[in-house]
């Protein structure tokens, strides 16, 4: 799922408003269309000059350096020399822009809430592996190397020698075996399997840990996709936890300690409570910045980790800046009005409801506010989207959203050029609607780059005759001349854009153009707003028609995270066969036989054998047993033709859109568009942005003026 998706966006302005954020918009980007600092011509950049990152693990230099404050601790005697912090073989941050940074300074941000998840967005130093260059490739994290069997199905982790906590305590793969015995295996612990701990058939690996520093993972069949889903999200973030401090939690534990309470595991017992290191400054991590101080709805403070196991290709240990002060800020329009007033250092756009309309007013108040826009892609597939319930509980509102004309009519009644224009400040390219544009699978080649571009542009030109022709064709027709078409069966037609209440104006500003564009092709189009706690359970139930307030960001690999591609859980655009494919090799797949669809627990229902459905699931159940990469993006192209030749399943507007950032113009190595493999790929929290660009490689050109 695409971040931006639930994100509270203002309303896009018409007239002058519009004119002016497409000259800002304009002024913000290079001829070649990247997006730029602001920055006046002659002005210092605010990095290196490089594009994308080195791919080949760099080698530590044979000097090491720390920051001031750290080497007084040393002096002290308070910490251990840096030599004996660092791992052996630590990281080095592989970004073609650094330069070499400055040690010190705050950096101001502001949160919704004091532990809120994006924070964890800005470190990756959980995880075991790193996406580089916009996800097209992975490089080692806390994994110094690793391989697997031919036919993957079997991979060995070797981890860096020397590894420790936040706290000084060796890191080891024991850490790994706690969460996966102690957490995942334990029946009494919510967390489960992740997908990456799951074999091409869905059965569970078996991870061993042979020594302090190698993990096994064995699988009953083969699991190409792992070091991909390993590089995925922020581990013990937004991700899968894959490992906790044994030392300091085994204490709240009860195979380590009987006197703990029976609700250990739940989500307020002490176990819960000292594991998030997020609101909890004695939780010990591996990120470049631990929790200082925490004070619950107001502020939470980070500080420099000792042991952080980075550095740059100079041999100074991440990260730069001291510390990180996240203010809690309920209000988008009061953190808007902050960053205006230049009380913030470093913005995310995303994370804080920015939008493009966004750009003439923070360009007004750069002199005031400090900050410098900058323009990432987004690496949306879809931009504002729309999809039918493929499975709608009504048998012939079903019949019809499941025959393809009837969604490729719509698909061509759309007034794409409209909306980019006055949502999207005609930025973006105008997409039936498809994966991301920056997955792998389109990246590789020619044959990769013509496959979204088929899919993309099957049912994009607005044609209101070829339209109505195709609606004539299915039968749904004005039979009854009051100047509506109905159904085939002469019943009425009417067409629900369903949407939770809440969702952001720029999606409800696209469904009212939806609705004028439908009912002049002949339909009856009402929207229809649905409460946010029911929205989920009614979708998956099958009574509602459709969801317009969602997008498609997923990548950077079509197989890494599927659900847009075919449907395997209850959320998208086939709920019932969705969830249907979820309990596939469980008892409950068998069960409920002779049971309505829609009153089983839960509801679901098998594919048609011979319908589009089957045949993506068929080629995916290929691809994840087989190891070799050429193949399975074969595999991924020939889904891509379905959507193509049965589709569109959903329903895009426009893709990779710009998404904003905001930095004080004297912070450095926050890269630029250019600076970027791909210009950017911020929208799926799968690539976590801004954690895959290093934050802690920032640094203030002047940190004694941001103490």
Same mark, same amino acid.
């Given at each position: 799922?695409?971040?931006?998706?639930?994100?509270?966006?203002?309303?896009?302005?018409?007239?002058?408003?519009?004119?002016?954020?497409?000259?800002?918009?304009?002024?913000?980007?290079?001829?070649?269309?990247?997006?730029?600092?602001?920055?006046?011509?002659?002005?210092?950049?605010?990095?290196?000059?490089?594009?994308?990152?080195?791919?080949?693990?760099?080698?530590?230099?044979?000097?090491?350096?720390?920051?001031?404050?750290?080497?007084?601790?040393?002096?002290?005697?308070?910490?251990?020399?840096?030599?004996?912090?660092?791992?052996?073989?630590?990281?080095?941050?592989?970004?073609?822009?650094?330069?070499? #940074?400055?040690?010190?300074?705050?950096?101001?941000?502001?949160?919704?809430?004091?532990?809120?998840?994006?924070?964890?967005?800005?470190?990756?130093?959980?995880?075991?592996?790193?996406?580089?260059?916009?996800?097209?490739?992975?490089?080692?994290?806390?994994?110094?190397?690793?391989?697997?069997?031919?036919?993957?199905?079997?991979?060995?982790?070797?981890?860096?020698?020397?590894?420790?906590?936040? !706290?000084?305590?060796?890191?080891?793969?024991?850490?790994?075996?706690?969460?996966?015995?102690?957490?995942?295996?334990?029946?009494?612990?919510?967390?489960?399997?992740?997908?990456?701990?799951?074999?091409?058939?869905?059965?569970?690996?078996?991870?061993?840990?042979?020594?302090?520093?190698?993990?096994?993972?064995?699988?009953?069949?083969?699991?190409?996709?792992?070091?991909?889903?390993?590089?995925?999200?922020?581990?013990?973030?937004? #991700?899968?936890?894959?490992?906790?401090?044994?030392?300091?939690?085994?204490?709240?534990?009860?195979? +380590?300690?009987?006197?703990?309470?029976?609700?250990?595991?739940?989500?307020?017992?002490?176990?819960?409570?000292?594991?998030?290191?997020?609101?909890?400054?004695?939780?010990?991590?591996?990120?470049?910045?631990?929790?200082?101080?925490?004070?619950? #709805?107001?502020?939470?403070?980070?500080?420099?980790?000792?042991?952080?196991?980075?550095?740059?290709?100079?041999?100074?240990?991440?990260?730069?800046?001291?510390?990180?002060?996240?203010?809690?800020?309920?209000?988008?329009?009061?953190?808007?009005?902050?960053?205006?007033?230049?009380?913030?250092?470093?913005?995310?756009?995303?994370?804080?409801?920015?939008?493009?309309?966004?750009?003439?007013?923070?360009?007004?108040?750069?002199?005031?506010?400090?900050?410098?826009?900058?323009?990432?892609?987004?690496?949306?597939?879809?931009?504002?989207?729309?999809?039918?319930?493929?499975?709608?509980?009504?048998?012939?509102?079903?019949?019809?959203?499941?025959?393809?004309?009837?969604?490729?009519?719509?698909?061509?009644?759309?007034?794409?050029?409209?909306?980019?224009?006055?949502?999207?400040?005609?930025?973006?390219?105008?997409?039936?609607?498809?994966?991301?544009?920056?997955?792998?699978? +389109?990246?590789?080649?020619?044959?990769?780059?013509?496959?979204?571009?088929?899919?993309?542009?099957?049912?994009?030109? +607005?044609?209101?005759?070829?339209?109505?022709?195709?609606?004539?064709?299915?039968?749904?027709?004005?039979?009854?001349?009051?100047?509506?078409?109905?159904?085939?069966? #002469?019943?009425?037609?009417?067409?629900?854009?369903?949407?939770?209440?809440?969702?952001?104006?720029?999606?409800?500003?696209?469904?009212?153009?939806?609705?004028?564009?439908?009912?002049?092709?002949?339909?009856?189009?009402?929207?229809?707003?649905?409460?946010?706690?029911?929205?989920?359970?009614?979708?998956?139930?099958?009574?509602?028609?459709?969801?317009?307030?969602?997008?498609?960001?997923?990548?950077?690999?079509?197989?890494?995270?599927?659900?847009?591609?075919?449907?395997?859980?209850?959320?998208?655009?086939?709920?019932?066969?969705?969830?249907?494919?979820?309990?596939?090799?469980?008892?409950?797949?068998?069960?409920?036989?002779?049971?309505?669809?829609?009153?089983?627990?839960?509801?679901?229902?098998?594919?048609?054998?011979?319908?589009?459905?089957?045949?993506?699931?068929?080629?995916?159940?290929?691809?994840?047993?087989?190891?070799?990469?050429?193949?399975?993006?074969?595999?991924?192209?020939?889904? !891509?033709?379905?959507?193509?030749? !049965?589709?569109?399943?959903?329903?895009?507007?426009?893709?990779?859109?710009?998404?904003?950032?905001?930095?004080?113009?004297?912070?450095?190595?926050?890269?630029?568009?250019?600076?970027?493999?791909?210009?950017?790929?911020?929208?799926?929290?799968?690539?976590?942005?801004?954690?895959?660009?290093?934050?802690?490689?920032?640094?203030?050109?002047?940190?004694?003026?941001?103490?």
């Amino acid at each position: 799922m695409a971040r931006s998706g639930g994100l509270d966006r203002r309303t896009f302005l018409y007239g002058s408003a519009l004119t002016a954020g497409a000259v800002t918009l304009g002024a913000c980007s290079s001829s070649s269309g990247s997006g730029g600092s602001g920055a006046k011509p002659g002005a210092k950049a605010r990095g290196g000059s490089g594009k994308g990152s080195e791919t080949k693990p760099l080698p530590a230099p044979a000097k090491f350096q720390e920051s001031p404050t750290l080497a007084a601790r040393v002096k002290s005697g308070d910490l251990p020399a840096l030599e004996k912090r660092l791992p052996q073989e630590p990281y080095v941050v592989p970004h073609r822009w650094l330069e070499p #940074g400055k040690y010190g300074g705050n950096l101001l941000l502001a949160v919704p809430t004091a532990n809120d998840l994006q924070i964890r967005q800005y470190m990756y130093g959980h995880s075991l592996l790193r996406f580089v260059n916009d996800g097209l490739d992975i490089v080692p994290g806390l994994v110094a190397s690793w391989e697997s069997n031919a036919d993957a199905s079997e991979w060995t982790l070797h981890f860096r020698s020397g590894l420790k906590w936040s !706290d000084g305590q060796p890191w080891t793969t024991a850490d790994i075996m706690f969460w996966w015995e102690d957490m995942v295996l334990n029946e009494e612990h919510p967390d489960i399997p992740p997908d990456e701990a799951k074999s091409g058939k869905g059965t569970i690996m078996k991870l061993t840990a042979p020594d302090e520093r190698t993990l096994v993972m064995k699988f009953d069949a083969p699991a190409p996709l792992t070091a991909a889903r390993l590089a995925g999200y922020v581990n013990r973030g937004n #991700g899968t936890t894959w490992m906790e401090p044994k030392h300091y939690l085994k204490q709240f534990h009860p195979r +380590y300690n009987k006197a703990v309470s029976k609700n250990w595991a739940s989500a307020d017992g002490e176990f819960e409570k000292k594991r998030d290191y997020s609101s909890n400054p004695q939780s010990p991590t591996m990120t470049g910045w631990c929790l200082k101080s925490y004070r619950d #709805g107001r502020q939470a403070i980070w500080e420099r980790n000792p042991y952080y196991w980075c550095i740059d290709k100079d041999g100074r240990q991440l990260p730069n800046i001291d510390t990180l002060t996240f203010s809690v800020v309920e209000d988008p329009e009061v953190a808007r009005l902050q960053m205006q007033e230049g009380k913030l250092d470093y913005v995310h756009g995303p994370f804080n409801g920015l939008t493009l309309a966004d750009i003439s007013g923070f360009k007004k108040a750069e002199q005031r506010s400090g900050l410098d826009v900058l323009l990432w892609d987004g690496g949306s597939g879809t931009g504002s989207m729309f999809f039918f319930n493929y499975d709608h509980k009504d048998a012939p509102m079903r019949k019809l959203i499941r025959e393809p004309k009837f969604r490729q009519a719509l698909s061509l009644a759309t007034k794409r050029d409209e909306m980019q224009k006055s949502i999207y400040f005609n930025t973006g390219q105008q997409t039936t609607g498809t994966l991301s544009p920056k997955a792998v699978e +389109y990246q590789v080649n020619d044959q990769g780059r013509k496959v979204y571009h088929d899919w993309r542009d099957s049912f994009v030109k +607005y044609d209101p005759e070829k339209a109505k022709a195709l609606l004539d064709q299915i039968g749904v027709v004005d039979k009854d001349s009051d100047g509506k078409r109905e159904m085939p069966d #002469g019943t009425k037609l009417k067409i629900r854009v369903d949407f939770p209440a809440d969702t952001t104006k720029d999606h409800q500003q696209k469904n009212n153009l939806l609705k004028r564009d439908w009912e002049a092709i002949g339909l009856t189009v009402t929207l229809n707003p649905i409460p946010p706690d029911a929205f989920g359970d009614e979708w998956a139930s099958g009574s509602l028609d459709s969801q317009a307030a969602w997008e498609v960001g997923n990548g950077p690999d079509h197989f890494a995270q599927p659900a847009w591609l075919l449907p395997i859980e209850p959320t998208r655009w086939a709920p019932l066969e969705g969830q249907y494919f979820a309990l596939r090799g469980t008892p409950q797949e068998h069960e409920q036989r002779d049971v309505d669809p829609f009153k089983r627990t839960p509801p679901r229902m098998e594919p048609d054998p011979k319908g589009p459905i089957a045949k993506m699931w068929k080629l995916y159940d290929q691809s994840k047993l087989e190891p070799d990469a050429v193949k399975r993006r074969q595999l991924a192209w020939e889904i !891509d033709k379905i959507h193509v030749t !049965d589709g569109p399943f959903f329903m895009g507007t426009v893709a990779n859109t710009p998404q904003l950032v905001l930095a004080h113009k004297d912070l450095r190595n926050v890269p630029r568009k250019e600076n970027l493999a791909l210009g950017g790929f911020v929208n799926p929290w799968q690539h976590p942005s801004p954690a895959v660009y290093d934050p802690e490689a920032y640094f203030w050109a002047n940190p004694d003026q941001h103490s």
